[in-house]
Nanobody, 117 residues
Framework: QVQLVESGGGLVQPGSSLILSCVASGINFEDYANAWFRQAPGKEREGVSCIRSTDGTSHYLDSVKGRFTMTRDNARNTVYLQMNSLKPEDTAVYYC??????????WGQGTQVAVSS
């Protein structure tokens, strides 16, 4: 059974930092690219960042560039999202995704991030 389990969300003040983690099980982790998505209330889910399984190259949504960093640890089957200088507009449920194409895509249950003063 494939599972992606996110953790690390919470309620923080603007300017704060959080680290999200996503642990995968039931898949050969190194075969999958990973991504973080988020969905704010009343909005569509959007891609925040993604990272290749081969060389760790990452890409980011323009609004988070320079503030968020995505990394992966293949030995721990884990991806991370370091989020710095958080803004109220970063408030959303954050979802972890693992994908290797041909319909092999999996989602975590999501972790809530709320940024408010």
């Amino acid at each position: 059974q494939v599972q992606l389990v996110e953790s690390g969300g919470g309620l923080v003040q603007p300017g704060s930092s959080l680290i999200l983690s996503c642990v995968a099980s039931g898949i050969n982790f190194e075969d999958y690219a990973n991504a973080w998505f988020r969905q704010a209330p009343g909005k569509e889910r959007e891609g925040v960042s993604c990272i290749r399984s081969t060389d760790g190259t990452s890409h980011y949504l323009d609004s988070v560039k320079g503030r968020f960093t995505m990394t992966r640890d293949n030995a721990r089957n884990t991806v991370y999202l370091q989020m710095n200088s958080l803004k109220p507009e970063d408030t959303a449920v954050y979802y972890c995704n693992a994908d290797r194409g041909w319909g092999h895509t999996y989602w975590g249950q999501g972790t809530q991030v709320a940024v408010s003063s």
